[in-house]
């Protein structure tokens, strides 16, 4: 099994700290952040089309072998194919474990700059303190900062980015980190049994590496906030994503119904979402969605995504199931873990891009090339 610590896969062009900009911004700086529609633009006040809002799923309820469990297997069947979000309620992380991961995440990010920057992100590697997916210097901005680290397996970890303060930093997120891959593989195990795959390894093993993406996300200029976002639309380029919100701001909002429909958490869940991965694995059945995160003129805000992939090795591959298939065509293209992570480094945080790189010709949605 190759070891991601020691291949270049691919990095972002470094950018000014957002969180020491925001203290002291000029209209000169904030430009690069302005976008030319207000996020207000299609935001829909509640959910789309008077529906009731995100799915959820109570994971001890999906584990019960007995009729519960069937019910809440029906959820996140749904949940997955008209949604591709959903909330995750009695999922088992101890209270404790999910505050101590809260707590040394904000002392993080509360941290001086500059001890901050001392696990700032290398050159082609995304790992450490800094940004991601910026690949040209007149591309628009995202208002947050980002603190990547690789989880697991532990053996992927690599400890220079890892803080000495707060101290009890490492030992909470170790703990965290082992909880949500525990949650992200009963999850795939659940939709291995709904997609009638037998052999639930074929989607288990994309929780078998689990990568932390931690965003902060500081005040915006009140009279600039509806042009700034925090995060770009985008989906999620990775098997399933598994969302703690660390603070009581709200900012994520998804694509559903032809405008933007704001996620409000319930406290103690977790927020999950298909992913790229999951799109061509299921050849299309279940579909990864589009979502942003706008940001608040008076509140930081700030929260940790779990991501969830397959390991790296010479034949670790994403492609459609056959048993999804079956006599249909895949309409996604093979690729190897590395290739694909490769290709997400190096692309620009710009709506469903990469899994668009993925389609077949065939693919009703296929990109047109001229």
């Known amino acids: 099994m190759e070891n991601p610590r020691n291949l270049g896969l691919g990095g972002s062009l470094p950018v000014p700290n957002v969180q020491a900009l925001a203290a002291d911004v000029t209209p000169t700086l904030l430009r690069r952040y302005l976008r030319p529609q207000p996020s207000t633009d299609g935001v829909f006040p509640t959910a789309a089309d008077g529906e009731a809002g995100l799915p959820v799923v109570d994971l001890g309820r999906l584990l019960d072998p007995g009729l519960a469990g069937q019910e809440e297997a029906a959820k996140l069947r749904l949940a997955c194919e008209d949604w591709g979000f959903f909330q995750v309620v009695n999922h088992g992380i101890a209270e404790e474990t999910m505050e101590e991961m809260k707590r040394d995440l904000v002392g993080f990010f509360h941290l001086p700059l500059a001890e901050k920057t001392k696990l700032a992100q290398q050159k082609d ?20 900062d980002m603190y990547f680290l690789n989880t697991q397996p532990p053996s992927y970890r690599d400890l220079r980015f890892w803080p000495s303060s707060p101290s009890s930093f490492r030992l909470s997120m170790e703990r965290y980190s082992a909880e949500t891959q525990r949650v992200a593989t009963h999850l795939l195990r659940a939709m291995a049994r709904n997609l009638d795959v037998q052999d639930d390894e074929k989607l288990t093993r994309i929780a078998a590496a689990q990568s932390m993406r931690m965003n902060y996300y500081p005040p915006c200029p009140p009279e600039e906030r509806d042009r700034v976002l925090g995060v770009s639309p985008h989906s999620d380029a990775v098997g399933l994503t598994l969302l703690l919100q660390v603070t009581p701001v709200p900012g994520l909002q998804i694509n559903k119904g032809g405008g933007w429909v704001p996620v409000d958490p319930i406290p103690g869940a977790l927020v999950a979402n298909v992913g790229d991965v999951i799109e061509v694995l299921t050849n299309g059945r279940y579909k990864s969605i589009e979502h942003r995160v706008v940001v608040n003129a008076r509140q930081e805000r700030v929260s940790i995504a779990a991501f969830h992939n397959a390991t790296f090795g010479p034949s670790s591959m994403y492609s459609p199931l056959e048993e999804i298939v079956g006599g249909g065509e895949p309409l996604y293209r093979t690729i190897t873990v590395e290739d694909y992570v490769k290709l997400v480094l190096s692309s620009k945080l710009q709506g469903k891009n990469i899994l668009d790189a993925m389609k077949l010709p065939n693919h009703p949605a296929a990109p047109l090339i001229n």
């Open 125 to 144: 590697y995304i790992e450490g303190y800094g940004q991601a997916f910026v690949s040209s210097e007149e591309q628009t901005l995202d208002w947050s």
